[in-house]
Structures are given as structure tokens and as C-alpha cells.
């Protein structure tokens, strides 16, 4: 666990320090001076007397007690040098610079184990290897630079990689965000993501700490701990964004389910970060544009006014945000008009031309603040073709922002031309986003992403029976009696079905179900791919004629008879992901479900919420309410269905793919036709 000899180090020592400064070890020391370090610096170096101006130890023996320890050595010979220091020195804290370990060989692999266990046993934390080291508003033990301004109301930044931190942060502080901690977990051996994500809630001072949380994660080890603790830091009033990079689609893997096809690995992650109110960006620029966003209040409401002095600019970020559900509501008032100059328009986007004045910026920005009742938050774009200074606009625009009750977010784009009152700008404490398009996806990102998903709705299902039929069954797809009884004891509608195995089955099961039938080939994984389908069965006759059609079919096993149900085809389905759990899928079902890829995903268990907001998203949502005058499906039975399989999956964690395809609904019911359940012991 993190500890505060990391955090806020009395002592450091460097093992490989240097007077080079284009190497690790003797450009951190020289970032620890620069950025005046108020504790004891050390140097070992058996090579050297004195590294930048410090006395220089030859073997870390002769140390005294150090809080912090930082390798800048040969992987080799760093489990030694970690020995000594947490056995002899007292040393609780490790950041490891040094590459070549489980990253590279297997004997790598067996240096970091080492390094872990000596750690371990003495009860330190270790960051690294193979990092750029980390920094705080105390020290700055990194071998890179930039090095942001650190302040504790900054942002606290996790990156699993240490270059890509270092260009996040060189896009954000030139933009104006500041930090307040930055963390490289570089190999995460001890102490990943998740594990400085968790310090930082169990830790939490909502005086003190900072609510901005901005991660960089290459693999999710731990994803309970990640979403147990980033729900709990926004619960308190933190926000968090993060790019998730190395996903990849299923295609490693031999999906045998429409379910299967469709998720992944990356619509887990999504579904993960969802559940947790995390907003998820795919770029180091969304990410830092985002992390400037979260420095505003909340938007109280989706109405932006757009106050710009350039045409262009203001269409895009228009279209970036109407686009993604952020109104732009028309305005009106000949008043405001006249106070600007001829040609201006007030009709949203504000355009008061190239040629408007700071007054009347100041003008369109009170009206919007205390007239346009319709407006909850102002974006303003304003630049210059760098003939004349513009000061006197971003100080107007400085004392708006601190006196207006609204949002205001500043598009200020001309980097080049007005740099230096840019920086002016920022000086004063604020955030650029001199990018329109990428501040308005980013705006509307954050605004879309829900809460942290609240408890599960578990329904009342019969769990003793689902048991007896998951305990007595083997590995792999499920027959279709149990699978019937699994439905039944879960609750979930489904139609009447009766298997044959031979003729005079087959007569009878159709004396049973009543005509119009359906017939359906058991054995084959896709039905339809094998004509394994015979629709509206209207007679004996038909009956026998398709029964030896079907079970003539490679791998057939028997033919399953159903009454012919209409309705509009949906889907629900559930997928195991390793270390995440099950997904839950649904959308528009029947063969159309993979070509179509309409649906919905979210990691069980659900609330009642999660399943609404499921149906809500789905492109198709349209049919739900009927469209043309043709009938409409029962939301509330379909997200009743949707918990019920969500109870089955907690009841039944074996299940590993589930397929629900199709469900036939209408406005009155929903049967569950076709179900496969596959499951591992």
C-alpha cells in the first residue's frame, strides 16, 4: 500500500545518480534540486565523489536511514540494492527507473519477483519498475520533464505508462490544468491503477484532496478494486476520466454464441467504466480536454449558448454538441442586438463579428447570465487574425468567469497569434481548450456519463432449484430440459416447447402445442445457417414432411416444437469476461443481431436503472414506442427480464454464455422463444 514516505519523503536516496543529466539517474536528481526538495538528498555511485554538487556514496551500506529509495541501475543489480535498503536502512519506499524485468525475459521476471517479495516482507510499497517515477506537491522523482505545476487543488494523474504521461501532461499544462500528484506504475509488480486509485479513496479529505482523477490504464488487473473505489471517490465528489488502451475484439476467440460474436473485452471495459461514472476518453487530448472540464462545476443543464466572434468555429462546436444531446436553444432580443455592431447576430450562436470589443462581450455575457432564462452554461470562442492585442477581452472574460453563476468555458484559438495573452489567461488560474470540435465531444462526453450504478436489483427467483440443475449438469451447452427449467425457475417467459426424437413423438408433440407450429433442428449451434427452421406449421402433414427434413441434419439430436408466436424479435445475452464477469447484452434480436450490432451492454449484477437505461440506448429504441402504426414492446417486462437473467447469472456464476434470441414482444407480453446456456465447472 502507498505510504507516506512515497508521498512526502523526508530523505531520498539515488541509487545511479548522476552528473549526466541525459541519463534517468542524474536528471531526477537534478529535477529534486531544481524543484527544491526541503529534504535530505543522497547519492550512490561507486564511480563518482560528488554528483552535482552532493557528496557521493559508493555502496548504499554506508547510507544512513532512508525514507525513499530510487534505482536508476541495471535490473541486475537491483534486488540487492533493494535488500540492503528496506533490511539495513529502514527504507518503506521504492520507485525502480530501470527496465529489463518481467516486461523483457522470464529471468526479468524473476528479478521483479524478488524485488517484490523483499518488499513485501518489510511492509513498503514499491512503484516501478520500468516508470518514470513519481511526483507530488513534495518531490518530483521523475527522470522527465515536463514538470507540472503541483498544487494540492490540481489533478491527480495514474498512468500505466510513463512516455504517454509525459504527452498528456505536456498537451495539459500548456492548456493551463495543473496536478497535484502524478503516478507512474510503470510494470504495476506492487502497486498498479487500482491500488493508487484505492490510497486515494481510503485516504480521501474532501478539504483537502483533489477531485480531479485522470488514468491512463493499459491492463485492468483488478476490476472489482477499480470499480469499488473510483464509485466511491465520485460518491464523494471526484471525477474521473480515463483511457482504457489495449483492447481488442473477440476475435481471438471461437465465439459458438450470437453472445459470444458480439463482446469483447473492450465492451466489458466500457460496460466497467460505466458502471463506475467514469468517463471514458480515447485520446491523450479528449483525456487532458476532460480533465479541464471537470475544473468547471457541473453543467447545471444541456442549454449552451455559443458566444463567438468567428463564424466557422461556432457551427462546429454546434454540431459537436447537438449532435450528442447538448441543446443550443434560439435567442432573441432586438435590445442586445443593438448594443453590437451591424451584421452581429443574437440568435444562437451569438456572433458579434471580428470586429467585437470586450464590452460587448461583456454585454452578450450578462444577458446570457441574467436574462436567457433558456441558457444554462456559455461557450465562448474568441481568437484574433493578430492585428491588435486582445488583453482587455480575456480580462473580461477572467471576471466573468469568477462573478457568473453559469458556466463559462473559454475557446480561446489562436495559439500563435496571441500567445502571450493566452498565457496571461492561464497565468490567472484558468484552463484553455483551444480546440472547438474536441472540447464539445468532450463536454458532451461528460455530460452523458451516468453516476456510479447504485446497488443491484436481485429478484426473487428459486435458487434452490436453478442449483439442482446447474450441480447435476455437465460442462458445456446445456440440454434443452434444463435450460426450460432454468427459464421457469428464474421467472423468464417462454414458450411452451415439447422435444421429439422420433415420428410418432413428433405427432403427438403437435397434438399438444397446436397448430400454427414451429419445428426447430436441436444439435446444431445456428439453426438458420442449416435450414434448421420450419415456420407456420399449419398440418399434419407439413409436420411429418418437416420433421424428417430436419432430423436428417448433421449433429441433430431431436426436433423442438413450439406455437407460432408474433411479435417484434429481441435479444438478451450474457457473457463471462475473465476477471470482469458477466456482460449482459440486449437489443433487436432473430438472425440480424450480429449484421445490425444494435445493443446495449452492462456488467452484472443490475439495478432496476441499469436495465432502463439498457433499453433507452439501443439505436432502435424507436420500436419500443412503435413506429407506423405497428405495435410497441413492453419496456417494463423486458427490463423485468432483463433483472431476472442478471438474478440467474449471480445464482448460477458458471454460466459462461447465455443466449436469449429470439424473445418475441409486443405491448402486452414477451416469450423467451429460443435459449442456448452454455456453462463451466
Request: proline share 6%; charged share 20%; net charge negative.
Amino acid at each position: 500500500m502507498i505510504n507516506q514516505q512515497l508521498l512526502q519523503p523526508e530523505s531520498i536516496a539515488i541509487i545511479g545518480g548522476s552528473n549526466d543529466i541525459t541519463k534517468p539517474g542524474g536528471k531526477v536528481l537534478k529535477n529534486l534540486l531544481d524543484h527544491h526538495f526541503k529534504g535530505k538528498l543522497y547519492v550512490v555511485n561507486p564511480k563518482e565523489t560528488k554528483v552535482q554538487g552532493l557528496e557521493c556514496y559508493h555502496d548504499a551500506r554506508d547510507l544512513p536511514s532512508i525514507d525513499l529509495g530510487i534505482l536508476a541501475i541495471p535490473a541486475r543489480l537491483c534486488p540487492e540494492s533493494v535488500k540492503v535498503l528496506a533490511e539495513t536502512k529502514n527504507t518503506k519506499a521504492f520507485i525502480i527507473f530501470s527496465a529489463g524485468f518481467h516486461e523483457e525475459s522470464q529471468e526479468g521476471a524473476r528479478l521483479e519477483q524478488e524485488i517484490v517479495e523483499t518488499v513485501n516482507k518489510t511492509g513498503g510499497c514499491l512503484i516501478g519498475p520500468n516508470c518514470i517515477g513519481v511526483m507530488t506537491p513534495y518531490h518530483t522523482s521523475v527522470f522527465t520533464t515536463p514538470i507540472p505545476e503541483l498544487v494540492p487543488d490540481g489533478v491527480d494523474f495514474i498512468s500505466g505508462s510513463g512516455a504517454t504521461a509525459v504527452f498528456i501532461m505536456e498537451y495539459a499544462i500548456t492548456n493551463g490544468l495543473k496536478f497535484s500528484s502524478v503516478f507512474s506504475v510503470g510494470n504495476s509488480a506492487q502497486i498498479g491503477v487500482e491500488e493508487v486509485l484505492e490510497y486515494l479513496d481510503m485516504h480521501f479529505d474532501p478539504l483537502q484532496s483533489s477531485k480531479i482523477k485522470l488514468l491512463y490504464i493499459e491492463s485492468i488487473e483488478k476490476p472489482d478494486k477499480l470499480l469499488k473505489h473510483a464509485s466511491s471517490l465520485i460518491r464523494k465528489g471526484c471525477r474521473i476520466a480515463a483511457i482504457k488502451a489495449g483492447t481488442s475484439a473477440a476475435g481471438s476467440r471461437a465465439a459458438t454464441s450470437h453472445t459470444g460474436a458480439l463482446a469483447s473485452s473492450d465492451t466489458a471495459v466500457d460496460a466497467l467504466l460505466r458502471k463506475a461514472g467514469i468517463v471514458r476518453c480515447y485520446s491523450r487530448q479528449e483525456l487532458a480536454t476532460v480533465g479541464g472540464i471537470f475544473t468547471h462545476p457541473p453543467l447545471p443543464g444541456n442549454r449552451m449558448a455559443i458566444i463567438t466572434h468567428a463564424g466557422g468555429p461556432a457551427v462546429m462546436l454546434t454540431d459537436a454538441l447537438s449532435n450528442n444531446g447538448i441543446e443550443i436553444p434560439p435567442l432573441e432580443s432586438p435590445e442586445l442586438l443593438s448594443k453590437l455592431y451591424p451584421g452581429s447576430s443574437v440568435a444562437n450562436p451569438i456572433d458579434f463579428l471580428a470586429t467585437g470589443t470586450a464590452t460587448q462581450l461583456a454585454e452578450i455575457i450578462d444577458y446570457c447570465e441574467n436574462r436567457f432564462e433558456q441558457i444554462d452554461a456559455m461557450a465562448v470562442i474568441f481568437g484574433s487574425p493578430g492585428l491588435f492585442e486582445v488583453y482587455d477581452v480575456y480580462k473580461v472574460l477572467d471576471e466573468k468567469m469568477r462573478s457568473c453563476r453559469k458556466p463559462i468555458f473559454p475557446i480561446l484559438t489562436s495559439i500563435i497569434n496571441v500567445k502571450k495573452e493566452i498565457e496571461y489567461f492561464i497565468s490567472l488560474g484558468h484552463v484553455n481548450f483551444p480546440e472547438e470540435v474536441v472540447f464539445g465531444n468532450a463536454l458532451t462526453k461528460v455530460y452523458n456519463t451516468p453516476p456510479p450504478a447504485a446497488p443491484p436489483t436481485i429478484l426473487k427467483i428459486d435458487i434452490d432449484r436453478i442449483r439442482e440443475v446447474i450441480d447435476r449438469a455437465s460442462a458445456g451447452y446445456l440440454l434443452p430440459q434444463d435450460v426450460q427449467e432454468l427459464l421457469d425457475a428464474s421467472g423468464i417467459p417462454r414458450a411452451k416447447e415439447i422435444v421429439a426424437q422420433n415420428m410418432d413423438e413428433a405427432l403427438k408433440a403437435a397434438q399438444i402445442i397446436g397448430f400454427p407450429l414451429v419445428m426447430k433442428v436441436i444439435g446444431p449451434i445456428h439453426k438458420t445457417d442449416v435450414g434448421g427452421v420450419a415456420l407456420n406449421i399449419s398440418d399434419i402433414e407439413h409436420v411429418k414432411e418437416n420433421f424428417i427434413k430436419l432430423i436428417s441434419i448433421e449433429d441433430a439430436v431431436g426436433v423442438l416444437f413450439q406455437p407460432m408466436l408474433y411479435g417484434t424479435e429481441l435479444f438478451i445475452g450474457a457473457n463471462w469476461e475473465p476477471k470482469f464477469g458477466h456482460l449482459i447484452l440486449c437489443g433487436i434480436g432473430g438472425v440480424l443481431i450480429e449484421t445490425l450490432k444494435d445493443f446495449s451492454t452492462a456488467l452484472a449484477p443490475l439495478n432496476h436503472d441499469e436495465a432502463v437505461s439498457m433499453i433507452l440506448n439501443l439505436k432502435t429504441y424507436s420500436l419500443f414506442k412503435g413506429v407506423r402504426g405497428q405495435e410497441g414492446i413492453n419496456e417494463s417486462i423486458f427490463t423485468n427480464i432483463l433483472l431476472r437473467v442478471s438474478s440467474l447469472l449471480q445464482a448460477a456464476p458458471e454460466i459462461r454464455e447465455m443466449d436469449l434470441n429470439p424473445l418475441l414482444g409486443n405491448s402486452k407480453s414477451i416469450t423467451t422463444v429460443d435459449a442456448r446456456i452454455r456453462i463451466e465447472k
